[in-house]
């Protein structure tokens, strides 16, 4: 075979090459060791095709150059003569550059205010004030947060810090919060100690009233958030913490010279089932998510809806008048019908799709970043009422084309309401939830969350050619557009087989599947434009939260845009006495009988680590980084190696970073801070 015309872009590392006639395959080895084959396309005559340089053989690591060779094969085995070149390798230069001012270890005091202890948020002790996580000795007392003297936080404008206090005393006590000028929101909470893995470990938050019962031998956990207006100035402010015993615990707050974002960048959406039983309960828990800059989205359909006249939807939550929504005549549609009845639905939902529910919120109106349309298989019409058997969903309906009319005439619809309420800026998203087969007829004939076979992809991109067709055939008339994601939620990324080629969808991926296909998956985002998420769950209670921090850190470093733990509500209450891994947001009984929410200090978590990718995200823009240059400048001070744990196949999995230290995430931030300053 004749050689290959080929040239070498060395900044990027990549080969681009030309193929000669009976050009089949390429062959690429590094150093002597053979690339990765997900690098090498096949080869097209006629076209100019690019080899990525990356990914390389662990024996090519920590050499100064790469030797590459080049040979092509074809289809019946033989091969060219090899094409070499060297590619001499510069270190990339530390960008951090005076971006840390110490060690990054706690400054020790001499002494320690009495019975008072001061940590970061994401860290916790047990009852018996034993650490959760691998935390240093002596870490009650000098962290980032402490120094055994006084409390120091920085934050930036517009930014919610905050820290616990480990109290010990001997009587009922108030605490007060007051600094020189900055006068910020102070929310007070008091943990409650659960059982979990054989020991009482602090997570959910009760709100403080007036006073706190101390005891002199067991901590009370208390966590203070501040509320850092978007308008302070730079600057340090100083004050102190009150206990009304006696006690004074100097505090002092760096105001940095940037602000964060109103609305979120990188998106923590707290997953959920079945509608809570009002409006009010629902608006409740969208407060609470607000203020940890996350939201909460909930499914209310099941998977039992494709039979013919079967249940479609569950939205019958109480409104503010007191009458319920009219779920029956919501999913009483007729085949070919141009309109749904959406009266109900934009009474219940808009104030917070249109983020006017948060008007005098911290960070002021921000539209809902992601809300579940009831759009899928048996909504508008019952999937298998008009469904011929065939596995093809392509041919599966074409003696019935009313099913996919009014789907797009409906999802119309939908788009001309949005419009008209003006909610262009709220994350809507269509998502098929259900997992089914064809041969139980109450259900979806494909298994359409986490799908599992070429039929079962196939059959997403049919709906999400309607999708397609539905939310574009209005919103092309109007300026801007409504926001509508088609959301596929994915475990077996590596199944695709090309049927979702092409499009630019929300793929919400599994946190295992996105470490073992990172590279297939952000191959596919720089291609298509795909956005993606990832999703797992929580940490366990008698785990370190720092595990929230990284995960959500790692899939940002990878080039996600969000997280997504599957499962965050606890409705029945236990979760302030049992430990809940999913229980983020608890529903407890008031005293009226009326359910309060409550929620867990791994929220918190979730906060601190949207808030720093903000930083992130900011620094980015500023130097004009590359996907891999902020992982580079990440992984400096953050080992993010994660082993993701299943409890069996079909488990979303659990993200544990046993390596992340505490001081090392202070010492990003503290990095990612300082540069900001420049």
């Not at 990027?12 to 053979?34: C, D, Q, R, W």
């Not at 055994?148 to 517009?158: K, V």
């Not at 366990?540 to 965050?568: E, F, K, M, Y």
């Amino acid at each position: 075979m004749r050689k290959q015309r080929w040239s070498v872009f060395k900044a990027t590392k990549k080969v681009l090459v030309t193929p000669s006639a009976h050009s089949f395959a390429y062959g690429v080895s590094i150093n002597g060791e053979p690339l990765g084959r997900h690098n090498i396309p096949l080869a097209v005559q006629g076209e100019q095709q690019t080899i990525l340089i990356r990914d390389l053989p662990e024996g090519s690591l920590g050499r100064d150059h790469l030797d590459v060779k080049v040979i092509a094969r074809s289809c019946t085995g033989q091969h060219s003569e090899a094409e070499a070149v060297r590619i001499p390798l510069r270190r990339m230069s530390s960008p951090i550059g005076g971006a840390i001012n110490d060690t990054g270890e706690p400054a020790k005091a001499d002494a320690s205010i009495s019975r008072v202890s001061v940590i970061p948020v994401a860290d916790k002790y047990d009852i018996e004030g034993q650490p959760v996580g691998d935390l240093p000795e002596g870490y009650r007392h000098r962290n980032s947060t402490f120094n055994g003297e006084r409390i120091r936080l920085s934050a930036a404008a517009g930014e919610v810090i905050s820290f616990q206090m480990l109290l010990r005393g001997e009587r009922t006590v108030s605490l007060e919060l007051a600094l020189d000028s900055l006068q910020p929101r102070v929310d007070w909470f008091e943990a409650v100690y659960v059982s979990a893995h054989g020991r009482r470990i602090p997570d959910p938050l009760l709100p403080v009233g007036d006073s706190i019962t101390l005891t002199p031998d067991q901590d009370s956990t208390i966590v203070a958030d501040i509320y850092v207006p978007f308008d302070a100035k730079p600057g340090m402010q100083r004050g102190t913490v009150q206990v009304s015993d006696g006690r004074v615990i100097p505090i002092e707050i760096e105001i940095l010279p940037f602000a964060i974002p109103r609305a979120a960048s990188f998106f923590c959406e707290m997953n959920g089932y079945g509608l809570p039983d009002s409006v009010e309960q629902y608006e409740a828990l969208q407060q609470i998510a607000y203020d940890h800059r996350v939201h909460v989205n909930i499914l209310h359909y099941s998977h039992h809806t494709a039979a013919p006249g079967a249940h479609k939807t569950n939205l019958d939550m109480r409104m503010r008048s007191g009458r319920r929504m009219d779920n029956r005549r919501y999913d009483d549609i007729e085949p070919r019908a141009k309109h749904a009845y959406w009266d109900d639905f934009a009474t219940a939902f808009g104030p917070y799709l249109d983020g006017s529910l948060f008007e005098n919120g911290h960070r002021g109106p921000i539209p809902a970043p992601g809300f579940y349309l009831s759009f899928h298989e048996s909504w508008p019409l019952n999937c298998r009422a008009y469904y011929n058997g065939d596995a093809d969903a392509y041919r599966a309906f074409e003696a019935t084309p009313e099913y996919a009319d009014t789907y797009v005439n409906v999802l119309s619809d939908f788009v001309e309401l949005a419009q008209s309420r003006g909610w262009n800026d709220t994350g809507f998203q269509i998502y098929f939830n259900n997992k089914g087969s064809r041969e139980e007829l109450t259900k979806a004939p494909w298994i359409l969350d986490e799908p599992a076979s070429y039929w079962d992809y196939r059959a997403l991109r049919y709906y999400g050619g309607l999708t397609d067709v539905g939310r574009e055939r209005e919103s092309s008339q109007w300026t801007p557009g409504v926001k509508i994601d088609f959301r596929i939620d994915i475990s077996r990324p590596e199944f695709c087989r090309g049927q979702l080629d092409g499009r630019d969808d929300l793929w919400v991926v599994s946190a295992s599947a996105f470490e073992k296909y990172r590279r297939l998956l952000t191959d596919r985002a720089d291609r298509d434009g795909l956005r993606v998420w990832v999703y797992g769950s929580a940490n366990h209670v008698h785990q370190s939260n720092r595990d929230i921090q990284a995960w959500s850190l790692d899939a940002w470093s990878g080039g996600a845009t969000g997280v997504v733990p599957w499962q965050t509500i606890n409705k029945d209450g236990q979760a302030l006495v049992e430990a809940d891994q999913f229980g983020l947001f608890i529903f407890d009984q008031g005293d009226q009988g009326i359910p309060e929410i409550r929620h867990s200090m791994r929220l918190k978590a979730f906060r601190d680590a949207q808030q720093l990718i903000e930083y992130l995200n900011l620094l980015q823009a500023r130097k004009g980084w590359t996907r891999t240059q902020r992982s580079a400048f990440v992984q400096q001070f953050v080992g993010l190696a994660a082993t993701v744990v299943q409890t069996h196949e079909a488990d979303a999995g659990t993200s544990q970073y046993p390596g992340v230290k505490a001081t090392e995430w202070d010492r990003l931030r503290q990095a990612t801070a300082n540069l900001l300053r420049e």
